[in-house]
């Protein structure tokens, strides 16, 4: 076993020798697989980071939301529908919900209005999103106004800031008291937007939903299952659209790396002949040169994963953020908790690293089994 070792690390200091002997071409290669991998697990990591945002903010989601539809169209709910809805068995709380969008000329973007089911602000008062705050210079006292739907303007005194940690989920949030939502909308008493459930047996909701139906043929039900999934499809579409985009990237360095690993110059010949010539081996030969892309490619890996994960974790992926995260005019900031995954990562390597070291292999046979004079010559 010692003999072996002392061998392969005889191997690998006379692979390292040689490959600072072409110093300059093998930066080369080194610094464009680093950049292949850095964008390919920089778009890998952050499609994945936002999956596991979404799942953690969806996880405390109501479990049920019932939605009164008219003519194929979301419609306001009337409270007798909530006290029907109180009659289903398996039900435990049920509740009905006051939101819409508002568009603010001033920013030139919507916010997302909302009735708070706990602790809503005073009449007059308005708790705002940290996005919402810094477009509109908006701190805890100052004034913002909007007209109504009858043309009249409403004041509101911003009573709190939600805190930074939650931006991602309330960036562009404004909770307001039920009276002034419903002076601002003109929405009558009685009515809401929709009405959220809660089940007492999660492995129920699917057969609650079926009797919410029963009894309420115009409603639509969605379940929280049903929009962890619409999130995904979104990620996953997101993520492709990109990785499509890489794919021009990718195939420049395939060819590219084939013919740096495949085109074997005279110098390399030469060396090859030289060691057969001295009493090595075929499968010597072979062996240093799988130590000589082995170390190409893995520094390369190393390198452009540890840059992805800087880039997505700690700077906030700005070369992608646009494309995975969506447009708006209104960014929520947002640094993903740190994660990898070790099957992503298995699979990043084996679609960068295997490939250049099989496209090794065969130049490197080629020659290793000519006659050293031939080759020599």
């Known amino acids: ?32 697989f680093s950049a292949i991998v850095f964008m390919l697990a920089s778009a890998l990591l952050y499609s994945h980071a936002l999956r596991r945002e979404a799942a953690i903010l ?34 435990t ?33 308005a708790i705002i999103g940290e996005g919402i705050s810094g477009a509109r210079g908006a701190e805890p006292g100052d004034q913002l106004s909007f007209k109504s739907h ?15 940690e939650s931006a991602l989920a309330t960036s562009d949030l404004f909770l307001v008291n039920e009276d002034d939502y419903r002076r601002l909308y003109g929405i009558a008493p009685g009515l809401f937007t929709d009405a959220v459930a809660k089940v007492r047996n999660p492995r129920e909701v699917g057969k609650a939903a079926e009797k919410i139906a029963e009894l ?35 195939l420049a360095f395939a060819i590219f790396a084939w013919e740096k690993a495949s085109g074997l ?27 000589e892309g082995g170390v190409m490619s ?6 452009g994963y540890l840059l992805a994960y800087l880039h997505v974790f700690y700077l906030g992926a700005p070369l992608f953020e646009p494309v995975l995260k969506g447009w708006a005019t209104m960014y929520p900031a947002f640094r993903p908790t740190p994660f990898i995954d070790g099957f992503q990562v298995a699979t990043l390597l084996i679609l960068t690293v295997l490939p250049y ?3 090794t292999v065969v130049p490197i046979w080629r020659a290793a089994i000519i006659d050293p004079d031939q080759v020599m010559r």
Do not use: C
């Open 1 to 32: 076993m010692k003999i072996y070792l002392r061998r392969q690390l005889n191997l690998l200091e006379f692979t390292l020798s040689s490959l600072l002997r072409r110093k300059g071409k093998n930066l080369a290669l080194l610094v464009v």
């Open 93 to 125: 709380q049920i509740h009905g919900r006051l939101w819409g969008y508002l568009f603010d000329p001033i920013a030139a973007a919507n916010y997302t209005v909302m009735v708070p089911q706990t602790n809503p602000p005073e009449p007059g008062f």
């Open 265 to 291: 110059s005279a110098e390399e010949r030469r060396e090859i002949g030289i060691l057969k010539a001295v009493g090595w081996e075929t499968g010597d030969i072979l062996l240093m040169k799988m130590w």
């Open 150 to 164: 009858d043309g009249g303007l409403l004041t509101f005194r911003v009573a709190q800031v939600i805190a930074y």
């Open 298 to 303: 893995l520094s390369a890996f190393l390198i």
């Open 357 to 359: 070291l099989a496209a």
């Open 216 to 250: 309420l043929p115009d409603s639509r039900i969605v379940l929280r299952d049903e929009i962890l999934r619409t999130y995904e499809s979104v990620f996953d579409w997101r993520e492709g659209l990109l990785l499509v985009l890489l794919t021009g990237a990718v």
């Open 58 to 91: 969806l996880k405390d989601a109501p479990e049920l939301v019932i939605q009164k539809m008219v003519g194929g169209r979301h419609d306001l709910l009337p409270q007798a529908n909530l006290a029907k809805l109180a009659e289903v068995r398996g039900i």
